[in-house]
């Protein structure tokens, strides 16, 4: 009856120590070209795959996987840039350490709470969701380190992002130059994602952190811009996307006549200027058509904070730095 060759029997074929055999296969950086070629030929001969990851990850208590759970479905990941730009850094980070990249959905019920609880991962980053989720207290209950982009702050979790709230001031105030009737499309209140218009919503009610934040900060640039924020009509989109900005500003043209609109988005910010009115408006993120359109938005790397959140959570990365952002001013907002 044959036998799996082993790493022993790959090194004595080539010739090299059963260390360089395991760095050949495990971190190929720490052997010469050479050794490598020499210990993939004599493995290649001997029928060697390579070292067996159930065995490693039984010896090890590590699986050299990480994964990241979703508040979207997982095609918002493909479809939305900056969803691609955080895992394009995440991925990035997981290529650094011989990391597998696990994307788990989060419906918040049934057999996606079950995925995650039983997850064969060595930790977890979350995309920003609700403070209600109940995927945080699974997550929390595996005792595996956890980083969340955008929030909420949890116990036993870590938190990368920006400061929404200072953000969403600064940038309300660029847009609000000039405005007579002014507006905001935002990102879902809570898990219910209801799409609805409300006057001056209290920014603590939403359940999003990042609604939350930044509903608080233009709330603060309104006032400073002399408005009442119970005047203020806000749309509350179901996704961020596209084509519910679009359809969000003919309602508030419509109903409101207003003629600035703050977006949480630069998805939903195009579009506004998709349906046009010569309406003034301000995005979020800096996408790559942000500035093609000419739009006046915030931005921020959620490549950097995806590569900054998986390397704290795989243990090479010992603090996560303060996120940065900075404002860009374009033509979508009015010089004064």
Not at 22 to 31: D, G, H
Not at 61 to 88: I, M
Request: net charge negative.
């Amino acid at each position: 009856m044959s036998t799996r060759p082993t790493m022993a029997d790959v090194a004595a074929a080539a010739g090299v120590s059963t260390m360089s055999v395991s760095y050949t296969f495990n971190q190929p950086r720490r052997v010469s070209d050479a050794t490598k070629q020499r210990v993939r030929a004599a493995a290649a001969r001997l029928g060697y795959t390579g070292p067996h990851r159930a065995a490693q990850s039984l010896r090890s208590g590590r699986t050299n996987n990480l994964g990241v759970v979703l508040t979207e479905k997982l095609t918002y990941s493909f479809e939305n840039a900056q969803a691609r730009a955080f895992l394009s850094g995440i991925a990035e980070a997981c290529l650094d350490t011989d990391t597998g990249l696990v994307l788990l959905p989060n419906s918040r019920k049934g057999v996606d709470l079950d995925r995650v609880r039983d997850a064969h991962v060595d930790g977890f980053v979350l995309w920003t969701t609700a403070v209600d989720d109940p995927v945080l207290e699974i997550a929390v209950g595996t005792g595996k380190p956890i980083c969340i982009q955008g929030g909420p702050r949890y116990p036993g979790t870590q938190l990368v992002g920006i400061d929404d709230l200072e953000a969403a001031q600064a940038i309300g105030a660029v847009g609000l130059r000039g405005a007579h009737r002014p507006a905001v499309i935002s990102f879902p209140r809570d898990r219910d994602r209801v799409g609805e218009i409300v006057l001056g919503p209290d920014p603590a009610a939403a359940t999003f952190p990042v609604t939350s934040a930044r509903l608080a900060g233009y709330r603060r640039a309104v006032v400073d811009a002399g408005f009442d924020w119970a005047d203020i009509p806000v749309a509350f989109v179901p996704t961020n996307a596209r084509t519910e900005g679009a359809r969000a500003a003919t309602a508030l043209q419509r109903d409101y006549e207003v003629d600035t609109v703050l977006a949480s988005s630069d998805d939903l910010a195009l579009g506004v200027l998709d349906i046009g009115g010569g309406v003034a408006v301000t995005g979020w993120d800096d996408s790559d058509v942000a500035e093609a359109a000419g739009l006046t938005t915030v931005a921020q790397s959620l490549y950097d904070q995806g590569h900054d959140a998986a390397r704290w959570v795989l243990g090479s990365l010992r603090e996560i730095p303060p996120a940065e952002w900075s404002l860009k001013v374009r033509t979508s907002t009015r010089l004064s």
